[in-house]
Every structure is written in structure tokens, then in C-alpha cells.
């Protein structure tokens, strides 16, 4: 069964600026959470563009993890797409959408997801992973405004 989780926040900058954030690739560990000992091995600095790839590492619930994504979608400065390309999922597509209103920038992520296995990869979703998910968006939620608030991105 495919997941989806939508997270919306509203930034109080330029979307210009917002996007540059979130196209450099070197903020990702920034805003993941420090429980889920989050690495980039692919050196920096990752030139962003469709076709891009990177590798990474992480641990989740003491299970370590390599997980290779890849920029599947890039329409700066509006829209971009990472996918799993292996790693722990199923099924892992992340948008990220950059919105101009006029009180700021509406960001909105949504993540398509698929844990593995049949029945039991439905159990352990409801169990574990839809929690996990809303945990790493709360996070970067709040990683996001402080970094973003306190980092002036473009001229």
C-alpha cells in the first residue's frame, strides 16, 4: 500500500532565496534529525539538476540504512523532485514545492512512500514509519525557520 504525507509551512522570504536553500544540497543534514544520524557521503559541494545523485546513510530504529537518491524532476525556482533510487523503502518520491503568496513562500513536501512487504509492511507503516515521517517534518519544519531566518540566501 503507497503512503502519502503533505506537509505545508510558510517562510517569510523570497522565493528565489527559499529555493536556493533547498538547492544546496549541503543544508540536508541541517534540517534531518540528529536521531536518525543522517550523512551525506556524496562530496560536496552537489551541483543540483535532474539526473543528480547522492548517496547517504542513516540509522533508523538502530537498523542502519544506504539510501541513494536521484533529482528525478528540477524546475527551478518552483518545483523539485528526489526519488529513492535504492535504500529503505519501497517506493520514496519527495516534492518539494516553492509558492509565491503574498505574505511569503508556501513550501509544501509531499512525500510518496511505500514500505516493503505486503500485509506486514502495511503493520509496520501504521506502527512506526507514518509516526517517523511526521517526526522528521516536525523537525525540519522548525530546522527550516531558524536556518532560513538566520541565513540570508542571493542578493
Known amino acids: 500500500m503507497t503512503s502519502t504525507y503533505i506537509r505545508e509551512q510558510l517562510i517569510?522570504?523570497?522565493?528565489?532565496?527559499?529555493?536556493?536553500?533547498?538547492?544546496?544540497?549541503?543544508?540536508?543534514?541541517?534540517?534531518?534529525?540528529?536521531?536518525?544520524?543522517?550523512q551525506t557521503i556524496t562530496p560536496m559541494p552537489v551541483v543540483m539538476e535532474q539526473g543528480a545523485t547522492m548517496e547517504h546513510r542513516l540509522?533508523?530504529?538502530?537498523?542502519?540504512?544506504?539510501?541513494?537518491?536521484?533529482?528525478?524532476?528540477?524546475?527551478?525556482?518552483?518545483?523539485?523532485?528526489?526519488?529513492?533510487?535504492?535504500?529503505?523503502?519501497?517506493?520514496?518520491?519527495h516534492t518539494h514545492r516553492f509558492t509565491a503568496i503574498p505574505t511569503g513562500i508556501l513550501l509544501t513536501d509531499t512525500v510518496v512512500y511505500r514500505v516493503p512487504g505486503r500485509w506486514a509492511g502495511r503493520v509496520i507503516d501504521r506502527l512506526y514509519v507514518e509516526r517517523d515521517v511526521k517526526?522528521?517534518?516536525?523537525?525540519?519544519?522548525?530546522?527550516?525557520?531558524?536556518?532560513?531566518?538566520?541565513t540570508r540566501y542571493g542578493s
Not at 529555493?19 to 544520524?37: K, M, Q, V, Y
Request: aromatic share 20%; net charge negative; glycine share 2%.
Open 135 to 150: 517526526r522528521i517534518f516536525d523537525f525540519r519544519q522548525e530546522a527550516i525557520s531558524r536556518l532560513i531566518s538566520a
Open 59 to 93: 540509522r533508523l530504529h538502530r537498523f542502519p540504512f544506504r539510501w541513494v537518491t536521484e533529482i528525478t524532476e528540477w524546475k527551478p525556482p518552483f518545483q523539485f523532485t528526489d526519488s529513492q533510487k535504492s535504500g529503505p523503502f519501497s517506493i520514496w518520491i
Open 12 to 38: 517569510d522570504r523570497d522565493l528565489h532565496e527559499v529555493f536556493e536553500f533547498f538547492a544546496d544540497a549541503s543544508n540536508l543534514e541541517a534540517i534531518t534529525p540528529p536521531w536518525l544520524n543522517f
